[in-house]
């Protein structure tokens, strides 16, 4: 219950009008759906599908095993339990294997149980029982991809696959041991498969070689290799460095030189050659020690090459005709091919600088050679100078010893080096070592094993093979036909989006509408009866001329009657004489009003009092309208004296007469049966004119006079005078002009009504067919075209009222209350409220001002 004591408004929703009056925009929604579908469609790559259909057929009976006490069971399993197992990762890894599936665009890179894992899951593999129907025996193997090819190699795959599962799994023999036998042999055989697989695996992903049937690295054979070179080098360093320490010790004694040099000679392997060769062969000595000196580091980098290397270059030529580039192996080999290249380079390095340095040494010595030679050539000999000869050759073998063992250093030192390395290395693939010893013991003890549980089964050689279930291709898989994009599913799915769109939108639009969209809604809405629709029309002025009246064009039952416009007011005069009917009598005082302003009210009065003195009635029209008086306007009438002065001038005593005052107040107009009481001079309190019981005894009065009362009152939501006027009235009538914001002020104008007791007639619906009324009432009067084609709201009944109130659409009635363009004097009457002026003027007291 809201507080007013009325029920709480159940808020209601046209969805159907909603739609048509929004079907632009619908139809806009499904027009940019469609298209948006086509460029989908367009920019999706296309999808095929292969189709396969296969049966699983169960033998009828069994043969007999050849010993008692065995018999053959058949399982007939359900199409759901087949299906899960053709989805197994079982059958789809023996897919991908028979198929080699890793070779395709779909599947490239990925492993045979990678396949397995991702078939198992997706969507694009469709295995379903032919027509859902699950006590059959067929069923249907699909698949979806980007090439037409792939899909039948994948489907042919995977039926091959499940023929192969049927007919490992589905084969038994008779007797009980040679069904353990057999087991036990498939159990040993797929271990010893796996484990092949997963050696062959491994030997994919590691760099160790072959060796003898063994496994092993190849960085333990290049650290063998390069200890024995080092303690070869070694020892040589050892004879060398020990004979260079005898001659120094020689020297230091002070040995003859003939001696020195023979000992120089045996350490760096000359022959003992005559004196003379001795003198003239420094050059060739030199040579011969330099070739031997850089013959070990040579055939030390080249040794690194040829067998560290070249081995690795061919197993990653190997690698790459089975993997990708990107595959771990290669790229893990590719790393160890880059360090021994990096390696080989610095041992390359090491040689080119003992080379230079031991050429540089010997270019001096040779120099020094050639100057002493020179020297002798010019000079006899001497024993002196054979000494001195003898000294030099001494010290130019020194020279070579020393460079000797120097260029055995080097050569330690880098083997030392890559040895270390190539030890590290071959330490780090020790646990790969020990698997792979590993594998090969597994493998050849399941090897061993089989072979004897083999062995064992053909010795009993009583096995009776017994035909289990089979898989039989009732329609082989066929090149794939596109499936997807569907050019009619994604416009449909367009049409469909953009009309929940458009509809979306359409019912937000609705739902912020604050207008009426047909009488129904009002009625609901209100809580009131519809009891007439006023359309909006330009006047007729030909009509107006012709006729020579004074009356205003606005007044259509006058200057109109046989047009459809009177025939609305025609309508709201039947509907108050039959369905609005007091308990007691008729209706005689009806007020009309209205929500705010520009609704057309006394338009609409005015036209409602011609229509009904046109019937025969005696109707009197009061304007109590005493902020913005607008009935002597219509009726071109003096509003000097009418309801304010009438009011005034009533007797304080309710048995006194004033029928002689009625008279005075009101006016007869040029139509017949219709008489006007005007406002009068504007008084300065007009609520509390309305609300004197002086008013109750002038209705009263009134009431005995004529047959029909229509009184024009002001806006419910503008003044407080119309409430004070619907308690005294028989009943009320509202009029809403149809327009945008209108249904909050329609509200609350009703529900003022409602709270103050008032007896509402009905509502009038002022302005049909106007442009601010667009989708009103379609549904309802979309045959009577006459009736609504009027599209001039400007010019419509009450336009000119109305636009002498509020402003805009908010309604603001400052200008509704200070208003005084009208010529209509204002003056203070609230002297005369409780007396009565015996002259039976009224009396003007004090200045009038505006409220």
Known sequence: MNPLGGHQEVPTFDYVGMLWRRKWLLTFGALLGVGLGYLWYTKQPPVYQSTAEVQITTPNAANSLPMEGIEYQAFNNPLADEIRVIRSELVLRDAAEMGELGKTKTFAGMSNEQIASVL??????????????????????????????????????????????????????????LTYIDEARGDVLNRLQELEREYDKFKQTTLLVNRGGTRTSVHRENADKLLAEKQKLSMERTTLFGQHQAISQAIEAKQEPEAILAMLKQALGESLLPEEEQEDGTELFTARRTDKLARPVQKRSEMMRQDQLFPLKLKEQELMGSFAPSHPAVASLRIKIRGVEQLIAEVEASERRLEIEMQKELDELQAEAEREAALRAGTEDTPEDELLALQRQVNVRLVALDQGLKSLDQQLAAISDAYNSEREQARIEEGAEIKAAGFERDISRQRELYERIVARFDELNIVSEIDGRRVSELNSPKKGWQVAPTLSRNLAMGCFLGLLGAGGIGYLLEWSDKSYHSPDEIAEHLRMPVIGHIPAVRPDMEKVKAMKSQLDPSLCTYFQPRSTFCEAYRAIRTALYFSNQKRDGVNKVIQVTSAVPSDGKSTITANLAVATAQAGKNVLLIDCDFRRPRVHQLFKLESKRGVAWMVQNMPNDPRQSAADLVGEAIQETEIPNLSVMPCGERPANPAELLSSPKFDQMLTLLKEKFDLILIDSPPMLAVTDPSNIAGRVDGVILVIRIRKVIRPMAVRASRMLETLGANVLGVVVNGVGSREAYGYGSKYYRSRTNYYTGDHYRSGYGYSYGNSYGTGDNYEYSNYYEDTTDDTPIVDSTANLGGNDPAGHASAAGSGRSV
């Open 120 to 177: 198992s899951s997706s969507r694009e593999l469709i295995l379903a029982p032919i027509n859902d129907n699950m006590a059959g025996n067929v069923i249907t193997v699909s698949f979806s991809c980007n090439d037409p090819n792939e899909t039948q190699r994948v489907v042919q795959s995977v039926v091959d696959a499940y023929a192969k599962y049927l007919q490992s799994m589905h084969r038994n023999v008779g007797e009980e041991t």
